[in-house]
């Protein structure tokens, strides 16, 4: 790697330039936004939401393989996990000049509410989103008490 740097004078150079621009791509990603978020850039993204009766859970993964993919949850985290494959038919003596395509495998975590039933987990994977929809317990969902 060394000698291919000296031997060309502007190589040094621009392999400095490419490290810079790893830096500035790798900081610009940022922090995460609250507590419970995760950097940008971590795959796959998800969307997390609670109705009175349900949670439900939109990851946003093209690509993968719905026969693959495994949703569990076990003492209240919900884990999705999968793989993407690489791209298929891919050159290998092809130059990349930029990969910005996840691929391989994924594990995601969620920490659920206490009130959800792990007993009443529905999943499905249409057009690139995995949608999870998990339960609430009947104990835990508002009732409407009559005043007498």
Do not use: C
């Not at 009175?52 to 985290?77: L, M, N």
């Amino acid at each position: 790697m060394f000698e291919s740097m000296l031997s060309h004078p502007g190589s040094l150079f621009s392999e400095l330039e490419r490290l810079q621009r790893d830096f500035d791509e790798w900081f610009a990603r940022g922090l995460p936004s609250g507590i419970r978020a995760v950097a940008p850039g971590t795959f796959p993204p998800v969307n997390i939401g609670t109705t009175p009766t349900s949670v439900e859970v939109y990851a946003f993964a093209p690509g993968i393989d719905a026969g693959k993919a495994d949703v569990s949850i076990d003492r209240g985290v919900l884990t999705l996990a999968g793989e993407r494959d690489t791209d298929q038919g891919a050159d290998p003596k092809a130059s990349v000049y930029g990969h910005e395509r996840q691929s391989g495998s994924f594990r995601r975590t969620v920490s659920l509410p206490d009130d959800i039933d792990p007993g009443q987990v529905n999943a499905s994977y249409r057009d690139g989103v995995l949608h999870v929809s998990i339960a609430r317990r009947e104990s835990a969902q508002p009732r409407r008490i009559a005043v007498q």
